[in-house]
């Protein structure tokens, strides 16, 4: 018998209690019963974003919060300032390109954060820019990009910082009203622990008033029919009704853990995962490493395909390796979400073994200890 267990940065496992709750029978989204459930899951949201702002829901992936960030607040011809640091950061780019606008691209070595000091010299160059569109954690390599920063750059100017907090939010610190981040969005299979067809979007005073002038096509995405509809407790169209009834278990559970204690549990697992992988002798490729995943270049010698195929095949351990250039150099090891300490116990244990397997010149046992030291206050 094998046991499967995912470790990917999303989707993440459910929590049995989440998959209870989303197989009682269906209620229709036009009824009482639905709308007191999505009058929780509003306010839950704005807890969970520090916001006073409507935090919209939309049954999409994340990707649709991405392309409803861009078609409600931008004209066509309008300038964007994208970072650029990996996959997704890409993707900024691509809708860019979809939608007509001028993507002013900076491009950040993988595995390295944007500077704010970047950012800054970009808008100073291109002050009619109405956007700076980045990433709080960029999943393609475990950087977290200076969002605090940033948004204390965006301030002072007329553009608007939009954050993809898709595999962030839940994990990590992102206040949105005390931090002045303007559209802030996410989905709900990453830390939130539901499965993939539920997203996020909330808008500060600034970007609403982007909103008014915006002019690119949208119809599903439109923010400003959604908050109409969704001040009433409804949504314009057919909501993922199970997953509005997870989300509503999945928030529950946040509020009984605490929001400061699910960031410390975050942090502990990142650390323990990283002292785990440099006392096997790894090196960690982000350079600014985010609380919801740890990145590892594998060893000389080691493709890390490989080893990722091999994990998966022999001890049932899903991890996932590097896309593009970081393709069969780096492997993934997600902490966000539904996991513990002795989680990253065994997939440590799992890396070790799979690592010997493999050929590669470790110690068996090097990377739990570390592991164990670091949960036990040793480091």
């Not at 996959?87 to 860019?96: D, N, Q, S, V």
């Not at 709900?188 to 979007?201: C, E, N, S």
């Not at 195929?309 to 049932?316: A, D, M, P, V």
């Amino acid at each position: 018998m094998k046991k499967i267990r995912l470790l990917t940065p999303g989707p993440t496992p459910v929590p049995e209690r989440l998959s209870l709750r989303m197989a009682r029978p269906i209620v229709h989204h036009r009824s009482p019963e639905f709308e007191a459930v999505f009058a929780r899951v509003r306010e839950g949201l704005a807890w969970l974003y520090q916001t006073k702002q409507d935090v919209l829901v939309f049954a999409a992936s994340g990707t649709g919060a991405m392309e409803a960030s861009f078609v409600n607040f931008l004209r066509k011809g309008d300038t964007a300032v994208v970072v650029d640091g990996g996959k997704f950061g890409e993707r900024w780019g691509k809708l860019a390109k979809a939608y007509g606008v001028n993507a002013v691209s900076l491009k950040c070595e993988w595995g390295h954060p944007v500077e704010a000091t970047a950012v800054e010299k970009a808008l100073r160059e291109n002050p009619q820019a109405k956007g700076v569109y980045v990433q709080a954690n960029e999943s393609s390599t475990g950087v977290y990009h200076p969002i605090r920063e940033l948004a204390q750059v965006t301030a002072k100017t007329g553009a608007v910082l939009v954050v993809d907090a898709i595999s962030a939010l839940g994990a990590m610190p992102l206040p949105m009203d005390d931090w002045g981040i303007d559209v802030l969005l996410s989905a709900g299979h990453k830390a939130l622990g539901l499965p993939p067809g539920i997203a996020f979007l909330a808008a500060s005073e600034k970007a609403w008033k982007l909103n008014e002038s915006a002019d690119l096509p949208r119809f599903y995405f439109d923010v400003k029919r959604e908050r109409d509809s969704q001040r009433k407790n409804q949504t314009a169209w057919t909501p993922a009704i199970a997953l509005v009834e997870g989300l509503d278990e999945s928030l529950a559970m946040f509020r009984e853990e605490g929001l400061e204690n699910v960031f410390a549990r975050h942090e502990r697992m990142a650390r323990a995962a990283r002292a785990g992988m440099q006392a096997l002798g790894l090196t960690l490729y982000s350079k600014s490493p985010s609380p919801a995943m740890t990145t590892v270049l594998a060893p000389d010698g080691v493709d890390s395909e490989k080893l990722v195929k091999h994990l998966f095949k022999q001890y049932g351990v899903k991890l996932v390796g590097g896309q593009d250039a970081a393709k069969g150099k780096i492997f993934r090891i997600a902490h966000l979400g539904y996991f513990d300490d002795f989680d990253m116990l065994v997939v440590i244990g799992a890396i070790e073994r799979g690592l010997h397997d493999l050929g590669a010149r470790i110690e068996l046992g090097a990377g739990l200890a570390a592991a164990q030291h670091s949960f036990a206050g040793g480091g």
